[in-house]
């Protein structure tokens, strides 16, 4: 199986709407449907997520404005699998972030420190096991470094329930790449890579 990964830009934008149109985090449901837009470096405030066809236009936007960042794994050509990966300094005003991250510490341990925030996995349900989440989150590092980040953190649940409601993926994937628990935060680890 080859497996190529692509960094989210422009030009991706009808595959990645293409992914979301037709994989739906393995169901039918419209809030499973989600375009990733509830991750972002954009402020929520006056944003109608309600649907899935409105959550697909704030793609777009989003996506050509760089506020949706991530990585795209292909298959064949096709998209079987998809990371949010940003900034977390620049997600504090996101709708998720707001929603799911109030206990998550914003300030950083000195000043200076980049760190980039891993969100949000999904991938194909066919195409589950076969480790495309590990090789979407080594690029995410692999990239993070190059940029000059610090760290990489991730937030997956303390006890990993099911795929689509665990999104962030389990921690046992984070600590086969390296991650360490930093703290505690309600329901979720705070996990770090350090980078330099």
């Known amino acids: 199986m080859n497996i190529e990964i692509r960094k989210l830009a422009p030009e991706l934008l009808d595959d990645y709407l293409h992914f979301f149109d037709t994989t739906p985090h393995s169901t039918n449901k419209d809030e499973h449907r989600c375009y990733c837009v509830c991750w972002c470096n954009d402020n929520y405030k006056d944003k109608d997520f309600s649907t899935a066809g409105k959550r697909r236009d704030i793609a777009i ?3 050509n404005g760089h506020n949706i ?3 795209l794994a292909y298959c064949d050509n096709k998209v079987v699998g998809w990371c949010n990966a940003n900034t977390k300094s620049d997600c504090f005003e996101c709708c998720s972030w707001q929603m799911f991250m ?3 510490h914003q300030d950083e341990s ?3 420190i980049k760190v980039k925030s891993v969100f949000c996995f999904a991938i194909a349900p066919k195409m589950r096991g076969k480790g495309i989440a590990g090789l979407l989150l080594s690029r ?4 993070a470094k190059k940029d000059g ?8 649940n303390k006890e990993f329930i099911d795929t689509e409601e665990d999104f962030m993926g389990p921690a046992k994937l984070y600590e086969k790449l390296g991650f360490a628990i930093c703290y505690e935060a ?3 680890l705070v996990m770090r890579k350090k980078l330099k």
Do not use: H, T
């Open 61 to 63: 936007k989003y996506i």
């Open 149 to 156: 980040f610090d760290f990489v953190e991730a937030y997956p």
């Open 186 to 188: 309600d329901k979720k």
């Open 69 to 71: 960042q991530g990585y």
């Open 102 to 104: 109030r206990s998550v």
């Open 140 to 143: 995410v590092c692999e990239d």
């Open 110 to 112: 000195s000043p200076g």
